[in-house]
């Protein structure tokens, strides 16, 4: 079945340092493919998508590209602020049937000062 | 911009009872979730809920749990005689008729039986 892997955290990084988030997955057919943010007391929300081969999503300085080749959908920034600091979720969904994205266990970001 | 709210936020129960955890999805979606995440694990589907009735549940949405949308704007899990196994994060959804991908989440109800 569909599954998504993503890295152990928590991640401790210094304000304004590079980020990046793992994603790896398994999926029958070609998925769309997804990173949810939760900031603290708050729902899952959706951050970037990308929905085939090569696709690059982004907002808010954040991007992750739809590596078909190594199954991969690594969550990037190249400067983290504070207001980063969040969980974060990687999910695909696959077409045709129902609609039920699968998700990963999340990551958590910790940006220090 | 429109919220998912869930509530409690917080729920502390003894094995074997009754639990309901409440959501308000967003007034205009039409489709609703909910999953779970057990600590250090996956976030997991348990059910999906179209037009009045289950559209598709996972292999975890046992004879223990069932959902309702009692009213027009409530969605309801309801777990049956917990387990310890059932304490987890319960998170809500919802998201609008159409081809749109995006779920909208509550901030979650953390259910711990003892």
């Known amino acids: 079945g569909d599954s998504v892997t993503q890295m152990e955290g928590p991640v401790t990084l210094s304000e304004e340092a590079f980020l990046t988030i793992n994603c790896t997955y398994t999926a029958t057919g070609y998925p769309s493919l997804f990173w949810y943010v939760q900031y603290p007391g708050e729902g899952l929300q959706l951050l970037l998508k990308a929905t085939k081969a090569d696709d690059k999503g982004s907002n808010k300085g954040f991007e992750a590209t739809y590596r078909k080749e190594t199954t991969s959908f690594h969550l990037e920034k190249g400067s983290v602020q504070v207001s980063d600091s969040a969980v974060y979720f990687c999910a695909l969904l696959t077409s045709g049937g129902s609609y039920i994205p699968t998700f990963g266990r999340g990551t958590s970001l910790i940006v220090h000062p | 911009e429109p919220e998912v709210t869930q509530t409690p936020s917080h729920q502390v129960t003894q094995m074997g009872q009754e639990v309901i955890l409440r959501c308000v999805p967003i007034s205009n979606h039409l489709y609703f979730y909910w999953y779970r995440q057990i600590l250090g694990q996956k976030v997991e589907f348990l059910v999906s809920?179209?037009?009045?009735?289950?559209?598709?549940k996972s292999e975890i949405f046992d004879d223990q749990f069932s959902v309702e949308r009692p009213d027009g704007s409530n969605f309801t899990l309801k777990i049956r005689s917990t387990k310890l196994e059932d304490s987890a994060m319960y998170f809500c959804?919802?998201?609008?008729?159409?081809?749109?991908?995006?779920?909208?989440f509550g901030s979650g109800t953390q259910l711990s039986v003892l």
């Open positions: 809920f179209y037009n009045n009735e289950i559209s598709e």
């Open positions: 959804a919802s998201r609008e008729q159409g081809a749109s991908e995006k779920l909208f």
